[in-house]
C-alpha cells in the first residue's frame, strides 16, 4: 500500500471522520457481485470472502450475509478498530494486514473484494495475490465511487437544475483548498476507474455503474463526506510523522465553514432562500468490477 495512506489510516481521527461520512453500499451491489461467482451452490451460502482495505466495514456488512466464513483486513489498526466496532455479523474475522500479503490460504476464496482502496495498491503485487487466494470458480470484485451529486429540496420540490452547479461547486471547493498531489488518483475514481480496469489481467472482466441515491440528507450528512475527502487529500502536505497536524485538522474546518457559506449564497443567486431547503438528495455513482478467470489467463504472475 501506497505509504501516505498507510501514515493517513494510522490516525484515529481520521477513521472516526471516514466511517461517518463514507456511505455504506445497497444490496442490489451485493447481490450483483456475488452474482458474478461461478459455483453453483443450488442456495447454499458461499464459502469464503476475503476483503482487503476493508476500512470501517461499509462492504464488509453487506456482503457478509452470502458467506459462511468472512475475512476483512486493513493495513490500519485504527481503521480495524472501527471496523469491529461497527461489525454486525458473528463470521466476520477482522484483522490488520495488507492487500499485498494476505493472510489467507492458496485458492480459498470465493470472493475478493476491494471497495473505494484500489487506487492505493501496489498493483502487481496485489494481482500476484489475487491469483493465488482465489478458487479457480471465484471473483474479484472492485468497488469505487466519487463526489456525490447534491440535489438541494425544497418546499416547492426538487431543484434538479441545480445538481450539476451544486457538484461542481462542491468539486471546487475540495479542489481549491487541498493538496494537488493526489490528484491523478482522484481523476481514476472519478472517471469509473478507465486505467484499473484496463490493468487487471485477465479478459474475463466487466465494468457495471449503479446510482446509489440518499433521500432527506442535512447539509451536515454532505460537509461529513466533504470532510473524509479533503482530509485524504491534504494529508499529501503533511511531514510524514505518522499523525495528522493540527493545523490541518483546522484548515479543514475552515473549508467546510467556507463551503456552507457559498452554498447558501449559490442558493440565493439562483432565487431559492437557504432557509426553504428543508434538505437534500445525495447521488453517488458506483463503479462495480468484477473480474475472474486469473488462474488460465495468466500463469505467468
Request: charged share 30%.
Given at each position: 500500500m501506497d505509504q501516505t495512506s498507510l501514515r493517513l489510516f494510522e490516525n484515529p481521527t481520521f477513521s472516526d471522520i471516514y466511517a461517518k461520512g463514507r456511505p455504506t453500499y445497497e444490496n442490489k451491489i451485493a447481490q450483483h457481485i456475488v452474482g458474478k461467482i461461478r459455483s453453483d451452490l443450488k442456495g447454499k451460502k458461499h464459502e469464503l470472502m476475503v476483503e482487503v482495505a476493508c476500512g470501517s466495514g461499509q462492504a464488509t456488512n453487506v456482503l457478509a450475509p452470502f458467506f459462511l466464513n468472512v475475512l476483512a483486513s486493513d493495513i490500519s489498526e485504527s481503521q480495524i478498530a472501527q471496523a469491529k466496532t461497527l461489525c454486525q455479523f458473528d463470521h466476520i474475522n477482522y484483522q490488520v494486514g495488507s492487500a499485498e500479503k494476505i493472510d489467507a490460504k492458496d485458492a480459498s476464496a470465493d470472493l475478493l473484494v476491494v471497495a473505494e482502496a484500489m487506487h492505493w495498491f501496489q498493483i502487481d503485487s496485489f494481482f500476484s495475490e489475487a491469483q493465488r487466494v482465489l478458487k479457480p470458480d471465484g471473483c474479484l470484485a472492485v468497488i469505487g465511487y466519487d463526489v456525490p451529486k447534491i440535489t438541494p429540496k425544497t418546499n416547492a420540490g426538487l431543484q434538479r437544475q441545480l445538481t450539476s452547479s451544486f457538484r461542481y461547486h462542491m468539486e471546487k471547493t475540495i479542489n481549491n483548498?487541498?493538496?494537488?498531489?493526489?490528484?491523478?488518483?482522484?481523476?481514476?475514481?472519478?472517471?469509473?476507474?478507465?486505467?484499473?480496469?484496463?490493468?487487471?489481467?485477465?479478459?474475463?472482466?466487466?465494468?457495471?455503474?449503479?446510482?446509489?441515491?440518499?433521500?432527506?440528507?442535512?447539509?451536515?450528512?454532505?460537509?461529513?463526506?466533504?470532510?473524509?475527502?479533503?482530509?485524504?487529500?491534504?494529508?499529501?502536505?503533511?511531514?510524514?510523522?505518522?499523525?495528522?497536524?493540527?493545523?490541518?485538522?483546522?484548515?479543514?474546518?475552515?473549508?467546510?465553514?467556507?463551503?456552507?457559506?457559498?452554498?447558501?449564497?449559490?442558493?440565493?443567486?439562483s432565487g431559492i432562500s437557504p432557509e426553504c431547503v428543508i434538505s437534500y438528495e445525495a447521488e453517488f455513482e458506483m463503479t462495480v468490477i468484477t473480474a475472474s478467470d486469473f488462474f488460465l489467463e495468466n500463469t505467468n504472475l
Open positions: 483548498n487541498t493538496s494537488d498531489k493526489l490528484v491523478q488518483i482522484f481523476r481514476e475514481i472519478k472517471d469509473n476507474y478507465p486505467q484499473t480496469f484496463e490493468g487487471i489481467p485477465t479478459k474475463q472482466k466487466s465494468k457495471e455503474i449503479f446510482h446509489q441515491i440518499y433521500d432527506n440528507w442535512e447539509l451536515k450528512d454532505i460537509t461529513d463526506v466533504m470532510n473524509s475527502m479533503m482530509l485524504q487529500k491534504n494529508y499529501a502536505i503533511t511531514k510524514g510523522h505518522g499523525i495528522l497536524p493540527r493545523d490541518t485538522k483546522d484548515d479543514c474546518a475552515n473549508v467546510i465553514d467556507v463551503f456552507v457559506s457559498d452554498v447558501s449564497e449559490m442558493l440565493k443567486e
